[in-house]
């Protein structure tokens, strides 16, 4: 679509010149939000494009917070026509999902808000890859899990050179659930081919890494090759607004719904007999290759794809959420989050 600027609009410019600081509060157009809540909220930054802030304790994706980017999907390309993710936090883009609220509800045996909770961030993402307006993610300091997720279903990004993405949910016993072991599979699959892209993507997700540096980020396979990085971190939000407005000047339209081809169920079971044998030399803790074997059903298509072949990413999404479901039920990961939160 082709955003035309309202008088208003065109009254709040907004770019590098005369940005001192490059941060949202410096740049919003307003002191009033389109739309706030405790954990997010959603600015004007003017020229057509709003910016989606984050604004919890590292910039976690709570309940709350997903329910701001539920009513941006719901209103883009009327009321804004590009959307910056964004934040003015100097450590964290966002650490992913909110895992105090996942150990509440392990405690409590709720599992059908949990199933809820990792359905809905993974449909919200996917709306968000599919929306009619350019989308733009201002990639700094740490994004993990769902933080990274989100960034991965951007249309562009801007990073920053010390950008340090990760998708490290094994650690926690857990799979990444909202699209990111399928995004990171498309990808790698982009640049080395079927078999090569499973085995890094595989790699990535067993190490559950974090990045030291956007171009680590990129070795990675988290950032494409191409991505903009800036050494300046004041000129982050700047460029991704100028990235945002030059995607809406050339009249944007949202990519294709996207395939990927799965190697099918050969492929399954050389990477389950490389679990074991991880397993057995000592490299991988019996507790992640529980969860490997998951994320390896999820990304060769198990159980729906048999042969290798092209497939809507619906095949590998629904086996995300599949393997989230049992793994959030597991001793192990509950052992896990309740370390990591202090409990």
Request: glycine residues 10%; aromatic residues 4%.
């Amino acid at each position: 679509m082709t955003w035309r600027p309202t008088s208003s609009d065109a009254s709040n410019q907004t770019g590098n010149d005369g940005m001192s600081d490059g941060t949202v509060r410096n740049m919003r157009a307003s002191a009033n939000p389109i739309a706030e809540n405790d954990s997010a909220s959603l600015w004007d930054l003017g020229s057509g494009v709003a910016c989606f802030e984050v604004h919890t304790k590292m910039n976690a994706l709570d309940v709350q917070a997903l329910e701001i980017l539920q009513h941006a999907i719901a209103i883009a390309g009327d009321t804004f026509g590009a959307l910056v993710i964004g934040n003015d936090d100097p450590r964290a883009f966002s650490v992913g999902a909110d895992l105090a609220y996942n150990h509440a509800m392990v405690s409590r045996g709720d599992w059908a808000a949990l199933a809820t909770y990792f359905k809905k961030g993974q449909d919200l993402y996917q709306a968000l890859a599919a929306l009619r307006v350019p989308v733009v993610a201002a990639a700094h300091g740490f994004a993990l899990g769902g933080g990274c997720e989100i960034m991965l279903h951007s249309h562009a990004v801007v990073a920053d050179a010390g950008f340090r993405g990760g998708l490290p949910e094994i650690k926690v016993g857990l799979i990444p659930a909202w699209g990111g072991c399928t995004q990171l599979l498309l990808r790698c699959v982009e640049r080395l081919g079927p078999e090569d892209g499973l085995a890094h993507a595989l790699a990535v997700l067993q190490a559950g890494e974090i990045a030291t540096s956007a171009q680590q980020s990129e070795a990675m396979g988290l950032l494409r090759p191409g991505t903009p990085v800036v050494a300046d971190r004041s000129a982050l939000l700047p460029t991704a607004v100028d990235k945002a407005k030059a995607m809406m000047a050339e009249g944007f339209t949202p990519p294709p719904p996207p395939t990927i081809t799965y190697c099918g169920e050969a492929a399954r079971a050389e990477q389950r007999q490389r679990v074991d044998a991880d397993v057995a030399a000592g490299s991988l803790d019996p507790n992640g290759a529980v969860v490997m074997r998951d994320i390896i059903d999820a990304l060769t298509g198990w159980p729906t794809v048999r042969q290798k072949g092209e497939h809507p990413i619906a095949v590998s999404l629904a086996g995300e959420l599949v393997g989230a479901a049992r793994l959030i039920r597991t001793p192990a990961a509950l052992a896990a989050i309740t370390k990591l939160i202090g409990g």
